[in-house]
Structures are given as structure tokens and as C-alpha cells.
């Protein structure tokens, strides 16, 4: 019997053999510090593409600089860069890989900028991280256009979807949480405003039938943070700018206070069901399940439309053919030449 986690799915027009999905996770590995992805970040994203992976996303890569967590980060601040990544992205298409790309701007969390930029001048808890400065409005405009850019960029290396990182206590994240925006002008009346433009911005320079992924900390656990039902406004309100899928994690705005993340498999389950209950839009739900039991379940049960495996698919490239053995199920991309090997 065909399992549900290796059945296909045709998101909008992207056709996707599987519903496993690469989740992004930053590799800190530009020794160049120049943005541009090298021969480990070739080597790594082929590898889960052999691996069986339906869809990699490539780590957060970032619309400007002083925008990278570090200076070890990927970058699409400039067309320089896209010959680098569409060598990835290529080579994970000639394994019949399917691969898009995490775009962002880390915001106060920007450890290596000089003065690092917020929707307002607070700093992120901890010695790591400087005094933010507030963008002007007119600044925000430039970085929504920056956002922009880079998704032009990506479309040219030939990428195959779009996801922006509105979690985790980045850029996007930060304007749409009343604990970081104190914002006074229009970006802080309306707490989405940002994420809406920057949908928009983004969905204009990506074709017709590419989906458009978000990332969202459904809730965040300092105290007073927003929960739930703050999250589900936001996605209506970026479902209507343009959003084609939701990647449904928590937290990342600051030490947990009264509220804990669960770290236990399948924790943040719920949240994306929520979402994907209240939205009717397909979901990726993430946080530890690289149980194949448990993918399964997450899948079979409709709690989510895909899995993103994380940590994982860092331990086993080739967690994907791995599970579907483990489930019964022969992969039907498995290389030949590794054939003899099951």
C-alpha cells in the first residue's frame, strides 16, 4: 500500500514527487563572507536531492548584508550571486531534485552588522547582540524593494519556489510582533503591513504557477507574546497578498518565559493544523519528526501536507529513501546506481 508521505502533490504548478521537505538551516559556511554558496553548500543540497528529498529549501539567504545573522551567510543582495546558486540549483535538477529558496533579512538579529536595523530600537536579549537603529519609513519601503530583488534573482538561478522567513525572530517577524514593533507610523498601526508588501513586492516578480511559501512562529513564548489566533490573523492577511503555503514553526523572539516550546516530537503539530483548518491552504508542519512513524502520522491524519525534517536529514542525507523503506514503500527516485544496496 502507497503511504501518504510518498504520495505526490501539486502545489499551484509546482509538482512534487513526495511530501517531504528539506527544512532550511543555515550552514554558516561563506568562508568568503561574500554571500555567495561554495562547494559545501553544492555538495549538500545534491546530496539530499539524491537522497530522495521532494522538496529542498535552501537555507535563509539574505536581501542585504548587514541582513545576514552572520557574515558566514548566503546572500542574494546582488546579481553576482546567481551564478553560485544556480550551479545548486541546477545540479539538484539534473538528480530530478526539486529546490527553492528561503529569502529574508535577519533584522536586530543581524550579529555581525555594525548598527543593525529593527522596525524599532530594541535590542534581542543577550551579550551576543548590539542596540538596533529603527528604519524610517522610507527605509522600510527600500528594504520591502530589497526583498523584491532577491526574488527576481532567485527566479533567474532557476529555483523552483519561494519561501520568506517570517519567523524566528527575524526581519518580517519583528514587524509583525507587538513586543518588537512600537511603531508609530503605518507599519505599526497595522502589525501585517510589512509582510503584506513584502508578499507583494515578491509575488510580482515570480511567475504566474511558482507557489509562495511562508514561514511563521505560530506563537511566541515570552511573556506577553502573541499567540495563536494573532498568528491565524496574520496568515488571512498574507493568504490574501499572495501566500501559496504555510511553514508553520514557533517562537525565536527571545528566551522563553512562563510559556515553554514543547521539544518533544510533533510539538508544534497542532499549530499547523490550526492554521491549515482555519486558512483551508496547505501546510508544512516541522519540529522534530523524523520518525517515519510519526511523519506518516502527521501526513495520514491531515494535521499537515508536508513534513519539513531538519536536524534529521542533517544526520542522514538520504532520510528520505531511508523512510520510505522504513514504511514499506520502494522510493521511486532511487538512484540506480545505489539499487543494489536495498
Known amino acids: 500500500m502507497r503511504q501518504k508521505l510518498f ?3 501539486d502545489l499551484k504548478g509546482l509538482h512534487l514527487d513526495n511530501r517531504v521537505v528539506m527544512a532550511p538551516m543555515c550552514q554558516y559556511s561563506v568562508k568568503a563572507k561574500d554571500g555567495k554558496p561554495n562547494e559545501w553548500h553544492y555538495v549538500h543540497y545534491l546530496s539530499r536531492a539524491i537522497g530522495g528529498t521532494g522538496l529542498i529549501i535552501m537555507e535563509m539567504t539574505d536581501v542585504d548584508p548587514d541582513g545576514r545573522i552572520t557574515d558566514y551567510d548566503l546572500g542574494l543582495w ?4 546567481i551564478p553560485a546558486f544556480a550551479k545548486i540549483i541546477d545540479g539538484v535538477h539534473s538528480h530530478n531534485g526539486k529546490i527553492g529558496i528561503q529569502i529574508a533579512h535577519a533584522g536586530r538579529k ?3 552588522a555594525e548598527v543593525p536595523v529593527a522596525p524599532s530600537a530594541i535590542p534581542f536579549p543577550g551579550a551576543t547582540y548590539k542596540m538596533p537603529r529603527a528604519l524610517t519609513t522610507d527605509e522600510v519601503q527600500n528594504v520591502v524593494q530589497q526583498f523584491a530583488d532577491a526574488a527576481r534573482r532567485a527566479v533567474k538561478a532557476g529555483v523552483d519556489t519561494i519561501e520568506l522567513h517570517g519567523a524566528h525572530g527575524y526581519l518580517i517577524h519583528q514587524f509583525q510582533s507587538p513586543l518588537t514593533n512600537k511603531r508609530d507610523d503605518q507599519y505599526g498601526q497595522d502589525l501585517a503591513r510589512f509582510g503584506v508588501e513584502v508578499i507583494q513586492a515578491v509575488k510580482k516578480e515570480m511567475p504566474a504557477n511558482m507557489p509562495l511559501l511562508f514561514r511563521i512562529s505560530a506563537v ?3 511573556d506577553g507574546g502573541y499567540d495563536i489566533d494573532h498568528a491565524i490573523e496574520l496568515s488571512k492577511a498574507y ?3 499572495g501566500v501559496d503555503a504555510f511553514h508553520v514553526s514557533s517562537g525565536g523572539e527571545g528566551p522563553a518565559g ?3 516550546p514543547g521539544n518533544y516530537p510533533g510539538y508544534q503539530v497542532p499549530f499547523a493544523r490550526k492554521i491549515r483548518e482555519a486558512l483551508n491552504i496547505p501546510v508544512i508542519a516541522v519540529g522534530m519528526l523524523e520518525d517515519p512513524a510519526l511523519a506518516e502520522s502527521v501526513i495520514g491524519s491531515e494535521d499537515a501536507d508536508f513534513v519539513a525534517i531538519a536536524r534529521g536529514m542533517l544526520r542522514d542525507p ?3 529513501t531511508h523512510a520510505a523503506f522504513t514504511l514499506r514503500n520502494e522510493p ?6 545505489y539499487k543494489r544496496a536495498y
Open 332 to 337: 521511486n527516485n532511487l538512484p540506480e546506481q
Open 220 to 222: 511566541e513564548y515570552a
Open 78 to 81: 546582488s546579481d553576482e550571486h
Open 110 to 112: 543581524a550579529e555581525d
Open 318 to 320: 538520504y532520510w528520505a
Open 258 to 260: 512562563e510559556r515553554k
Open 7 to 9: 504520495s505526490s502533490y
Open 239 to 241: 493568504q490574501a497578498a
